[in-house]
């Protein structure tokens, strides 16, 4: 009989491989990779030089934000992901200043240097706080981009603040319709088989049924 704890393991290990597409071990495998130039560039996620100020909430919470360029044109505001903070946008908003934008970062309530509020850290509560930092910071007509939650933040933002706040919205890996045929092959394919793999091989073929395009990989060492 299969141990549940190892095939649990198993079934963990796959899923990272389908989701990330390569693991440490692959890494070490192809060193080629580590050649190849970083995409964030020399300076990595060094922010942009700017003023550093904080937002008061109505709850309570003390948003950092960083403006960055005030005198610049058209105001870019970006909202980071889940667990993430104002420092992954640093590649982007340091090509946006040095183009001669204006671009605010803040980090999210209860990530970075952003306290928790009264208030529960709902999806609406972060759309709220989005909304205050716009009016507190007198923006308006602002190309606003959000990653992940960011776009999700900005999406509620959307449906509670005024039109006049927004020149344009970049949504990253996020989407304001879900196609739902998608999202149950997904949760299904997360949740196949439910008592894990017996074996590697089995996790890949599971692994390229689902994505047909990728060719099944010669050798399981990314899993």
Excluded: K
Excluded at 52 to 61: E, K, L, N, P, Y
Excluded at 154 to 178: C, F, K, N, Q
Excluded at 186 to 206: E, K, N, R, S
């Amino acid at each position: 009989m299969r141990s549940t704890s190892r095939n649990r393991r198993i079934a963990t290990i796959a899923v990272t491989g389908a989701v990330a597409g390569v693991g440490v071990a692959r890494r070490r495998r192809r060193p080629r990779w580590s050649t190849q130039p970083d995409p964030c560039g020399a300076e990595g996620v060094v922010l942009p030089p700017g003023e550093r100020r904080t937002v008061q909430t109505t709850d309570g919470a003390s948003l950092s934000v960083l403006d960055t360029n005030p005198a610049g044109t058209a105001p870019i505001v970006l909202a980071h992901c889940w667990t993430g903070s104002m420092s992954i946008w640093a590649p982007v908003a340091r090509r946006l200043v040095a183009a001669g934008h204006r671009v605010v970062l803040y980090d999210q309530r209860g990530h970075g240097d952003s306290t928790l509020g009264r208030d529960a850290l709902t999806i609406d509560r972060l759309g709220n706080d989005l909304a205050e930092l716009l009016r507190q910071l007198d923006i308006t007509d602002a190309v606003v981009g959000g990653h992940s939650m960011g776009g999700m933040t900005i999406l509620t933002t959307h449906r509670l603040a005024p039109a006049e706040l927004w020149g344009a919205v970049v949504l990253v890996d996020v989407t304001p319709r879900m196609e739902f045929d998608g999202a149950r092959r997904i949760v299904g394919f997360m949740a196949a088989p439910p008592d894990g793999f017996a074996t590697l091989d089995d996790a890949a073929d599971v692994i390229a049924a689902y994505s047909p395009p990728r060719p099944r990989p010669d050798t399981l060492d990314g899993l």
